[in-house]
């Protein structure tokens, strides 16, 4: 089976934003996903709201369809969105991301942190506009 890549959103942004730049950053490889092959899968959830002891349950169903349908956990990989990690126009970082990254972790899955890297915010970044990313 051809990889997977898992989209987590924040439930705040995910009220405003329509996950469109995510979306586009994997069909361009852009951004934190430049080297997945072409035939890579992609799906998009939600954390499930603050404080993202949601994410658990979702993780835990997303672990029983691959099993049911024979897929691995290797092959997939978590994507925490970049409005998650880092400051952006929406908000401030989640408090919660290392709390949502140990949760996913915990059950045997990959974490990146990031998705769509967007060319204003990182200026901003750089003219300690909007906080250093810290991973
Ligand atoms: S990273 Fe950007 S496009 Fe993706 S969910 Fe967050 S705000 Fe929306
Ligand atoms: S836990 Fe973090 S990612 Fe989830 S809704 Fe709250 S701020 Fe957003």
Redesign the pocket.
Known sequence: MSKLVVIV??EL??RR?S????MKAFTQRSGKMEAYPADTRYMAINCGGCCGAGIDVKIENLEKRLAANDEKKEDVVIHL???ICTE?H?RLPCPFKNYLKKTIERRGFSVIEG??ISKTATQRRAEGIYQAWKE
């Open positions: 959103q924040c942004v995910t934003c996950g469109y730049n995510c969105s970049t409005c952006n929406h998705t769509y």
